[in-house]
């Protein structure tokens, strides 16, 4: 592939390549995003699709501040790779059976992450098989839900694409 490229135009295609394909940059791909009037921000409030989401699932899904999804249950179903969560050593197929002393429910464990912002922490008992461990999960961001936000003074191209044809 890269001799047909440099038959084209001469250029580095294998140095192109391997970074697009073989890595990745710093963040998210976000400028077409940007290009379409919005930006990616976080909130402590989740979006009415993302609370739907949660009670359809019967989860708390809180990847974008822990690192974690959890059921009902307390089974964690997502780490998400160097996370909080990850980086305390949980792992998914784990019971949360404990937080901050208390035992297990969604409520609670968003309680705790809504206190760690000033406390810097998060005491979990966790459960695997018939063995149980303190994770203490050090984290300060609190509650984190990602939104669109418009851009003002931008054009909405975002709109436009998903506006209804008017055939």
Known sequence: MVSTL???VAYDWASFLKTRLDGHGPGAPLDGLARGGYKLVYTETPTA???????????ADLTYSLGLSVNKD???TGVF????AFNSGLAVG??????????FDQERLKDAVTTAKTSGVIN???????HYKLVQLAYKGGLRYPRLERITETPD????ILAPRKD
């Open 6 to 8: 440099n038959s084209v």
């Open 81 to 84: 790779w160097e996370g909080p």
């Open 94 to 103: 784990q019971k949360i059976v404990a937080v901050n002393g208390m035992a």
């Open 124 to 130: 979990l008992i966790v459960r695997t098989g018939e």
């Open 74 to 76: 307390g089974e964690l």
């Open 49 to 59: 699709y993302f609370t739907s989401t949660e009670l359809r699932r019967k989860s």
């Open 157 to 160: 191209r975002l709109g436009d």
